[in-house]
């Protein structure tokens, strides 16, 4: 199984900075690569997938990039809503495998 | 839009059996493969199990192999999952999710029912 390793596993941030959580995967991925967001009592939600491509509907801060076995989700202006838990999982190979997540906190 | 509720969660006793359903809705089911993914309390997110549109092919995690069933019934807009031999370590919510490429398999996630929870305890 492909071992996905997010970092950090939690940050705090505050209103406005730019936020950046890596995934890094045991073997290259070939940016068959997710990121979801997920609330406390709720479900994930899909933000983006193949690294980079925003799912619709998902506001144009959140953004993603990288190649290989090497991720990040950037989110360049953090607002209220976003204070949530991160998950990357990739798709490369099954079985589909997850990070360990990754939570963003309030400053 | 796209709905997808869970039900059946419950508390069972170690070794007994569970069965959950996942109605789905604005969506055309029989198109596309539907996975179940679980989170243990307070820990992250595990793949289950995949079947694809047409029921054809079914596929497990390590974890589940032998003792848990994924099924689908396309003419009810219903997916399931049979669960026997039921442990501790099963204790999770557990999620229906869409997988987004129709007649095929994406192998990730883009809609989520809202869980249900089955706990394993004596």
């Known amino acids: 199984d492909i071992q996905m390793t997010q970092s950090p596993s939690s940050l705090s941030a505050s209103v406005g900075d730019r936020v950046t959580i890596t995934c890094r995967a045991s073997q290259g991925i070939s940016n068959s690569l997710a990121w979801y967001q997920q609330k406390p009592g709720k479900a994930p939600k899909l933000l983006l997938y193949?690294?980079?491509r925003l799912e619709s509907g998902v506001p144009s801060r959140f953004s993603g990039s990288g190649s290989g076995t090497d991720y990040t989700l950037t989110i360049s202006s953090l607002q209220p809503e976003d204070f949530a838990t991160y998950y990357c999982q990739q798709y490369y190979s099954t079985p589909p495998t997850f990070g360990q997540g990754t939570k963003v906190e309030i400053k | 839009q796209v709905q997808l509720v869970e039900s059946g969660g419950g508390v069972v006793q170690p070794g007994g059996s569970l069965r959950l359903s996942c109605a789905a809705s604005g969506f055309t089911f029989s198109s596309y493969g539907m996975h179940w993914v679980r989170q243990a309390p307070g820990k992250g997110l595990e793949w289950v199990a995949f079947i694809r549109y047409d029921g054809s092919n079914k596929y497990y995690a390590d974890s589940v192999k032998g003792r848990f069933t994924i099924s689908r019934d396309n003419s009810k807009n219903t997916l399931y999952l049979q669960m026997n031999s039921l442990r501790a370590e099963d204790t999770a919510v557990y999620y229906c999710?869409?997988?987004?490429?129709?007649?095929?398999?994406?192998?990730?996630?883009?809609?989520w029912g809202q869980g249900t929870l089955v706990t394993v305890s004596s």
């Open positions: 999710a869409k997988d987004p490429i129709p007649y095929s398999s994406g192998w990730f996630f883009g809609y």
């Open positions: 193949a690294a980079s």
